[in-house]
């Protein structure tokens, strides 16, 4: 396993599904954990019961990360629990919402997509990285939606995760002199709550049969890359957007 003893790492949208699992990941490889949330107080304090039952370090830290004031104040948290330096960050929070066609669709929607799924990622982004240093690694949440356009009722959010895979790529560019690395994940058909709202089982069980391996991915799988791509193990990787979708599509 990847060796992130010492390390600092914030998740946002650390206490359930996929966040859940990265928080829970990090901690196991040695990272002190700030598990960020906004509507899910519980679950954030059942992740750091996990991550304590381990062994590990993490502390639930509440922040619209949509809003700067709540930030800056999840960021003073964490310096004031661990210390000078951020090591990781994993953007994680966002949203789909609602499905909803153009002609549904009202401002008030758009800007609420985008900020959860953009603006966050910039905002959380800026905050962090003057507590970043060298070997420092930042790892944000695309999507299979980003590369393809999503599925029905989904452009906008496809848009703003599409635009979360060209950011990764600018601030690969202007941090990689720095000695910090960006990366982001584009998964799949993942067997989360995400699933369970938005998309009919009818879809699932469609898309997960026409991948190679005939499955959904598990969030522990996609925890585990993002471990690695955290780690010196990958210390050669920035400015990806990789895939995780089983094979059902190559970038």
Do not use: W
Not at 5 to 25: E, L
Not at 84 to 112: C, T
């Amino acid at each position: 396993m990847e060796n992130l003893n010492g390390k600092v790492a914030v998740v946002t949208g650390g206490a359930r599904d996929i966040g859940k699992a990265i928080s829970i990941s990090l901690a196991k490889a040695g990272a002190k954990v700030i598990v960020n949330y906004f509507e899910s107080e519980s679950q954030g304090d059942e992740t750091v019961a996990a991550i304590e039952k381990l062994g590990g370090t993490a502390v639930a830290v509440y922040a619209d990360v949509t809003k700067q004031a709540d930030i800056d104040a999840m960021v003073k948290t964490t310096l004031d629990h661990f210390g000078p330096k951020i090591d990781i960050l994993v953007n994680v929070a966002g949203g789909l919402f609602a499905r909803k066609s153009i002609e549904e669709m009202d401002e008030d929607f758009y800007n609420l997509v985008m900020d959860v799924n953009l603006k966050s990622v910039f905002l959380v982004t800026k905050a962090i990285k003057p507590h970043m240093e060298k070997g420092g690694a930042i790892i944000n949440f695309a999507s299979q939606a980003g590369r393809d356009g999503g599925g029905p009722g989904a452009a906008i959010y496809a848009t703003s995760k599409g635009a979360v895979i060209t950011y990764t790529r600018a601030l690969a560019k202007e941090f990689g002199p720095q000695g910090i690395r960006v990366n982001a994940l584009c998964p799949g058909m993942i067997a989360t709550k995400f699933h369970d709202d938005f998309t009919k089982d009818e879809v699932r069980e469609k898309v997960a049969g026409s991948t190679p391996l005939r499955r959904e991915g598990e969030a522990e799988e996609v925890a585990d890359l993002v471990v690695y791509l955290a780690s010196e193990q990958s210390s050669f990787i920035t400015g990806n957007n990789i895939d995780i979708n089983g094979g059902l599509a190559f970038s």
